[in-house]
């Protein structure tokens, strides 16, 4: 079996920064690692970063110019760097995978990232 391991979220104030990271573990190679949703309280989830197979990223517009995502093939691990995180940017967030041998998805536990003063 696989699961995606995140880690790094958080509290912190406007304008700090949180380094989100997911990583398979088990059969590692079973998916790959490609994006990072969110869903804030009262919202439906949302697509924040996706980085293609050739290491292309793409952001949503509310994180565009602050957020970057990253990946290690080798490892199977996605990161997520939130740079001037904004009270808006409270929610849970999840990464997302890719199976390689179905058209299947795997999910992530969430990671609480919560910004306030």
């Known amino acids: 079996q696989v699961q995606l391991v995140e880690s790094g979220g958080g509290l912190v104030q406007p304008g700090g920064s949180l380094r989100l990271s997911c990583s398979a573990s088990g059969s590692i190679f079973s998916v790959r690692v490609r994006a990072w949703y969110r869903r804030a309280p009262g919202k439906q989830r949302e697509l924040v970063a996706h980085?293609?197979?050739?290491?292309?990223?793409m952001y949503a517009a509310a994180a565009e110019g602050r957020f970057t995502i990253s990946k290690d093939n080798a490892k199977n691990t996605v990161w997520l760097q939130m740079n001037s995180l904004k009270a808006e940017d409270t929610a849970v967030y999840y990464c997302?995978?890719?199976?390689?041998?179905?058209?299947?998805?795997?999910w992530g536990q969430g990671t609480q990232v919560t910004v306030s003063s």
């Open positions: 980085i293609s197979d050739y290491g292309t990223a």
């Open positions: 997302n995978a890719r199976r390689t041998d179905s058209s299947g998805e795997v």
